[in-house]
């Protein structure tokens, strides 16, 4: 006489017996949602600061210049207010090879004696 085992599944998210389908992976939408929300939620936390900071560096710019179409600052005063170097979304060398860091639509070249030119990207 053979035996025959069945194996009860389990809800990935709160390990109720689940019942039906054979490919079924959570009790109901509530346990599904709650699963993957806990998947992302720590690469997320690293996203959500990331972003945080480029939106703070770009907010500084954007203080610095003003209405202004150029502007420069001291590393010195940038840093005092937030700034963080680390964080930009991209880089533009022009035709000279200086080489601008953005925090989207506005940048800084550095420049000797740590000054910062600040500019605003053009719109295209």
């Known amino acids: ?5 069945t194996i009860k599944k389990q809800c990935l998210a709160c390990d109720k ?8 992976k959570f009790c109901n939408d509530y346990c599904r949602n709650a699963y993957n929300n806990n998947l992302k939620s720590a690469n997320s936390i690293i996203v959500r600061n990331i972003n945080n900071a ?11 210049l003003g209405e202004e179409e150029m502007q420069k600052i001291s590393k010195d005063k940038l840093l005092h ?4 170097t680390k964080y930009i979304t991209h880089t533009y060398t022009n035709k000279k090879g200086n080489v601008y860091f953005f925090c989207y639509d506005f940048g800084y070249l550095p420049l000797e004696h740590d000054v910062f030119l600040i500019v605003k990207r053009k719109q295209e």
């Open 54 to 64: 480029l939106l703070k560096n770009r907010r500084i710019l954007e203080a610095v």
């Open 81 to 84: 207010q937030g700034f963080q």
């Open 17 to 24: 017996v689940l019942h039906g389908r054979a490919d079924k």
């Open 1 to 5: 006489m053979m035996e025959t085992t």
